[in-house]
């Protein structure tokens, strides 16, 4: 483990569970064990007999890495990297998008890091079956075509949600939970944002939303209820409608998302 690391993990130890600081340093030890791992990769490529030639850099990775490199965010910023980023997912569909510049100013965009917010693009007709298509790894039934899933609004452009692999609102109801998320001034997430937050996470830390956790998603139903979902290790999406409303548990939370 390296000297990073170690020190992240020492620092999460020392803080209180209710410190706000925790979420900050949560994502720098997943950043850290992301980069460790490669790093790792690498010295075990220089031991063996592969070229560096052979070496392939997703650069979807490469390109989140990058921007969370980058010290402060500005709106010209997020607009470059959402903009580069779906320039390299929209072909694998067959699509060609449209970014609108980020309408969040730099203090706006402060205030939503600080809070523990991200900021994600969601391009208009890009469905859910597209995202399938895109990210093939998902197997899952919400992307097959004339699935029985249903949003309750959708919500384009840029959208907002919290910046966390485990799910936020934890050992909620589901009533305690919309009331959460109405507090806030957001709205439930679907899954269709809930994909594409999970992907560019995953592209930025090295770890899918939910491995530990579930999340309800009030944005969508399947049968009429409200879904929960989680990601699998190797991408897998597990999406269904099992919980009771008034089901609760400690690895049970529930996302939003918001729109300007």
Not at 144 to 171: C, M
Request: net charge negative; glycine share 8%.
């Amino acid at each position: 483990m390296f000297r990073a690391e170690q020190d992240l993990l020492q620092n999460l130890a020392e803080l209180p569970e209710n410190d706000s600081q925790r979420l900050a340093v949560e994502g720098l030890l997943h950043i850290a064990q992301a980069h460790n791992a490669l790093a790792r990769q690498i010295e075990e490529l220089s031991r063996s007999d592969v070229t560096p030639e052979a070496v392939v850099v997703d650069p979807l990775v490469a390109l989140a890495t990058e921007f969370s490199a980058e010290g402060v965010k500005t709106p010209e910023r997020y607009t470059a990297y959402w903009t580069n980023r779906w320039n390299i997912l929209a072909p694998r569909a067959e699509l060609t998008v449209e970014i609108a510049p980020c309408n969040y100013s730099q203090e706006e965009l402060q205030q939503l890091h600080e809070d523990g917010w991200a900021l994600i693009y969601r391009p208009e007709g890009v469905t859910r079956e597209h995202l399938g298509v895109i990210h093939p790894h998902l197997q899952s039934w919400t992307v097959e075509p004339g699935n029985t899933l249903k949003n309750e609004q959708e919500r384009t452009g840029w959208l907002v949600v919290k910046d966390s692999a485990d799910s936020p609102h934890l050992d909620t109801t589901e009533a305690q939970l919309i009331q959460a998320i109405q507090e806030q001034g957001v709205h439930g997430m679907t899954v269709d944002t809930y994909i594409v937050f999970g992907e560019e996470l995953h592209d930025r830390t090295g770890v899918y939303p939910d491995i530990n956790t579930w999340s309800r998603l009030p944005g969508s139903r399947g049968g009429g209820r409200v879904v929960d979902a989680r990601r699998l290790t190797g991408g897998r999406l597990c999406v269904d409608a099992a919980w009771a409303p008034a089901d609760r548990y400690p690895t049970m939370g529930g996302r939003s998302e918001g729109v300007k």
